[in-house]
Every structure is written in C-alpha cells, then in structure tokens.
C-alpha cells in the first residue's frame, strides 16, 4: 500500500491490484443517472439552482458577523445539495455549523491532517475503496476490540470521521448519493464505555443530524452484543426520527448487512468478496496531508473571532 499522484497530480492511495481510494472531483452534469437522481431527490434543476443560490447569498449577507465564501458556488451548492436547495434550511445549517465550531467545545475547530493522525494511524476509522451499489461513500468505523480508546479518544474519533468526510465532500457525486457507515462493535469493553457522556453524546448528534452538510444515508452496526445495547441508551434520546430509521441492527448476521451493501462492495472480514491488503493508516495520513490546504480554508471561515 502506498500514496502516489496521478497525471494530474491527484494523490490516491494504492491497494494493489489495481484498487485505489482517489477522489473524484469531476461534476455529474454529464451522467445522465447522477442529473436523474439530482433532480428527484434533490430538486436540482437549473433554475432551482441559480435561484437557490442566490437566496442563500442573500440570506448570508445579512448574517453580518459571518465569513464564509459567498461568491463561491462549490462551497454553497455543498450545504444546498444536503438541503434539497431550500435556501432557508440551509442558511439555518451554515448558523447552526458555524455558531458549533465558535464554542470550541466540540471537534469543528483547529482541524489539520495532524489533529486526526493518531485516529487514522491506529484505523478506527477508514473509507473503503468501492462505494456501494448505490454510489454511497463507505465508512468504517472500528469502536470495539481494535479501539485503543486511551491512544484515541471518543472526541478524536469523532473529529477524524468529520476531518475524513470535509475531504470526501470534496466529490460532488459523495454530495449527491451520501454516506453509508459500518460500526463494528465487537469485544466492547467498560473502559470503551467509559468514552460515551450524554452530553457529548447529544452535541455529536445535534450536530450530525443538524448542522453537518452530510447525507447520511445508513448507519450500520455490527457485533453489537449485551454491552452495546446499555450504551446505546445514552445516544437514544439524542436520535431524530430520521436517523433513528436509518440505525440497522446485523448483530454477527454479515448476510444482515449485504441486504442494505452489497457484499461485492465490503471486504472479507464483513463477508464480502472485495479483498484489499490490510489498511495502512499511515498512508491515509499521507493522503490527508495533500488535502490541508482544504482544512485551513475551512478553518479561516466562521463567526468573527473564531477564524484562524
């Protein structure tokens, strides 16, 4: 496994066998499916867009004590695509994302390739290198036996997932089709539930649910045993009627799982057919490190104050 550039100096990660994770950052207009898609579930017409956008531009010019980039149609179209270009949904998104990383209580604040490097070192969290069979980025996320929780902490790891999905919101196809995660529970022990407070709890999910420009399609959960179901009710009243629909239960049952991803898309280990050397974190630091330039843009943005 190792980092390389393509011709067009594009870092991807190679896995062998000619499997890569590379990012696409080419538009869909040309993809007959991808505008379809666009269309139905996101309202995303021309003229929606071009009216969209400029509402929210508008919205954000009153918003006085915000900088935020608002002559730049990528960086509106990411918190519109998640919205169905509803201008004012979206405007209510960037307060709400925005008036969270100024508390400086949270993970949205100081992010650098450097901030999540021991979480993607030790491989809690990694992205898988085929999407699933409808489009949808794959997230994995190690919270049982492999989380050394005292190396990462439950807050890392939550700023490693966001640190992650801001390079993979790079991709206009990820904006569009979403995310889908697998959290593999096994062997969780009393030191992991140690990790989980309500209040932090409550404020990762205010800010999932709410203010993150994501769409978060299914959360998977896997190895999920007796001590799984007693930290789970600390997140439960934190859940919105969305997300707790979109929760699926596969406890040990990988043919659970291949119901909602389809089993040519997960590795063996989550009986699948996709084989791919063992993860490197190393290298996934590497490939987050051609992307900081993305994490101090995101950073010099915010209420007054809060930029860096």
């Known amino acids: 496994m190792s980092l390389k550039l393509n011709a067009d100096k594009v870092p991807y990660v190679d896995l062998g066998g000619g499997i890569h994770i590379e990012l ?5 207009d040309d993809d007959k499916l991808c505008v379809e898609k666009a269309r139905e579930e996101l ?9 969209s956008l400029k509402q929210l531009r508008e919205l954000l010019k009153d918003e006085k004590d915000l900088n935020v980039p608002i002559d730049d149609d990528k960086f509106l179209k990411r918190i519109l695509r998640p919205t169905k270009y509803y201008a004012e949904s979206a405007f209510e998104m960037i307060k709400g994302f925005y008036k969270t990383k100024a508390n400086k209580n949270f993970i949205l604040d100081d992010l650098s390739a450097n901030a999540i490097k021991v979480a993607l070192e030790e491989k809690v969290i990694q992205v898988f290198p085929k999407r699933d069979q409808h489009g949808r980025r794959i997230i994995y996320m190690e919270m049982g036996s492999k989380w050394n929780s005292s190396k990462v902490p439950f807050p890392e790891l939550i700023r490693a997932s966001h640190g992650l999905l801001t390079i993979l919101l790079l991709e206009p196809r990820t904006q569009l089709h979403g995310f889908v995660f697998v959290t593999n529970f096994d062997r969780l022990s009393l030191a992991h539930m140690g990790q989980f407070g309500p209040k932090f709890a409550k404020i990762t999910l205010d800010y999932g649910q709410k203010y993150a420009p994501i769409r978060v399609k299914a959360i998977n959960i896997v190895n999920n045993a007796k001590l ?7 997140f439960k009243p934190f859940l919105g009627q969305k997300w707790g629909k979109r929760i699926h239960f596969h406890s040990s049952d990988m043919a659970s799982l291949h119901k909602h991803i389809d089993a040519s898309c997960l590795p063996t280990k989550l009986g699948g057919t996709m084989e791919w050397p063992e993860y490197d974190g190393k290298v996934l630091v590497e490939f987050a490190e051609h992307y900081q330039w993305y994490f101090d843009e995101m950073n010099s943005y915010g209420y007054k104050g809060d930029q860096k």
């Open 24 to 28: 696409d950052l080419s538009e869909y």
């Open 43 to 51: 309202r995303e017409t021309p003229e929606i867009v071009e009216a």
């Open 228 to 234: 799984f179901n007693v930290m789970f009710k600390v």
